[in-house]
């Protein structure tokens, strides 16, 4: 087996993140940073796949600095190596030039079986960046993938489509996204977390590393742009407490219900 | 020849369309009568010509029919590059597919193959005054809509959250059909499917009555189903109960599930983030459950019921058999 690449992005957990209605801006200042579940499902299933059938782990993320943090969790869970794709120039990125980056990067570190990601960001929610390196990179691709298993040069995956799932073959190398909750992603060893922070070196790459040019990242690369930030209206619902004892409300409840079946 | 258009990319169910794909063609026509842009559905694989006809009926002015067998069932090598192929011909302004899991498997190699911006789950659409696309999606919480627009490339491509929009019909509706042989002699079909299995499962977006479970009902869908069927509604769940495998995500409400219309939706023991509550948005009568009389779902409910889930379902579950 060769290189398992796993991409992974670090996300604010959305609780923490305040719309200033006056500003029209986000306030993500006060958000706590977390690698995106769904990209530990998908480390999980990398780890899985190098006990059964060998291999090297590597983590992928783009961020700034401060993220080595993250990426040194992911070391401590099992990951053989991490690099951080950290660049000014990658600033304001939309997923063309994300997943133009991520691939470029993918290509560097080369000899690859398998890339793996999330099914989606739970920021963003955008799950359009796996095709879009498969195609960067000239490979297949299987999204929403819900179990796998490999056989020979083959990768046999379950993967979910509208009201059921798809059982299908494809040949390695392929990019796969790995659905949200399918496995319980391991914790972090405490033992390899202390190696992670004191010992472990982890690989930095600039745009310089990457040889692409100005023009095809950030915001200059991009397709897309925000035009403004909307603030979701209230609801106007009527927001009537129904009280008294639970037979008392039960029996409101189903009134309601009946009216408006009878309707 | 080219003329600028909104495409609408017809996915295909059986020998039939996608509902999200009509209700994606629903808009298109909204967003056409606004712009003039005309609007244009693309269908892969083959179909008789009354079922053809019948897709303009839904809104379409323009039907382009990729006449080719080896497109019944969806592929994404093949089906990228049929669209790359007629896209770069007709070069269409605005190119719209519903957000099912082959809708978002193709828009975005395509999107990628066509060097263009493409925005993901939309649940609002729009062209402004300049004829660009205006598409609006959740972010952060599903606290705020960012509007995204793609000014820089051709075409603008966006992917939309099934059950956001209405269909449109009118059986007088009159359209072209243009059958294109798309030529695929030279491409592999890289993923092979060995087995396709469809539940015959209610679409979540048409139910007209929905009991939605989250994290309060502690996962007994037992309990809840059994509810569901004593006022004749069928369940959905939040994201967290899908996320636990409890049951399939064809039941998820929500920003990254289905968007409902119910007449009545019942809510049991459900917080009330907003990337749950802009699924229930255009239900008629809401009533929720919950312990927390301070639960964020009330903001989003007609009638607010605070107490404890396994003491009151039961206790309705025996009311409406006594009823019947």
Known sequence: MRNIIVCTKVVPKSDAVFFDPVTKRLDRTKAENQINDADKNALETALKIKEKYGGKVIVLSMGPQFFDQFLKVAIAMGADDAILLSDRLFGGSDTFPTALILSTAIKKIGDYDLVLTGEESSDAGLGQLPAQIAEFLELPQVLFVSSLDLSENKIIARRTIKGGYEIVETDMPAVLSIELGINQPRFPDFRRKRWADKEFQLKVWSNGDLGLSEDEVGLKGSYTSVRRLVEIQPSTRKKIFIEGTSEEKVEKMIEIINERMNK | ?324
């Open chain 2, 1 to 324: 020849m080219t003329e600028k258009s909104i495409w609408v990319f017809l996915e295909r169910k059986g020998d039939g369309v996608e509902d999200t794909s009509l209700e994606v063609l629903g808009k298109a026509r909204e967003l056409s009568d606004k712009s003039g842009l005309p609007v244009t559905g693309v269908i892969p694989g083959t179909m008789d010509g009354g079922k053809l006809k019948k897709i303009i009926n839904y809104g379409a002015d323009k039907l382009l029919y990729l006449d080719e067998a080896n497109l019944n069932n969806y592929s994404t090598d093949l089906y990228v590059h049929s669209l790359e192929s007629i896209v770069r011909e007709k070069l269409p302004e605005i190119l719209l597919i519903g957000a099912t899991p082959y809708g978002r498997d193709l828009a975005g190699r395509l999107a990628a193959r066509l060097r263009t911006g493409l925005t993901a789950n939309a649940v609002t659409l729009d062209v402004d005054d300049n004829g660009l696309l205006v598409s609006g999606v959740p972010a952060y919480g599903g606290k705020i809509i960012a509007e995204i627009v793609c000014e820089k490339s051709r075409p603008q491509m966006a992917t939309v959250r099934p059950g956001t929009f209405k269909p449109y019909f009118n059986e007088k509706r009159n359209g072209e059909i243009e059958t294109i042989r798309p030529d695929i002699s030279g491409v592999r079909d890289r993923v092979r499917v060995r087995e396709r299995k469809i539940s015959d499962f209610l679409d979540l977006t048409k139910s007209k009555r929905t009991v939605i479970a989250g994290n309060g009902t502690r996962g007994d869908l037992g309990l809840v189903k059994e509810f569901a069927d004593s006022i004749g509604a069928d369940i959905g769940v939040t994201r967290p109960l899908a996320d636990r495998g409890l049951i399939s995500r064809d039941f998820q409400v929500g920003s990254t599930g289905y968007s409902l219309r119910s007449e009545i939706a019942v809510i049991l023991g459900v917080s009330g983030s907003e990337h749950f509550t802009s699924g229930i948005k255009d239900c008629g009568t809401v009533i929720s459950i919950d312990l927390n009389p301070k639960s964020e779902i009330f903001q989003h409910s007609d009638y607010c019921i605070v107490g404890d889930i396994f003491d009151l379902i039961p206790k309705a579950i025996e009311k409406m058999k006594v009823k019947m």
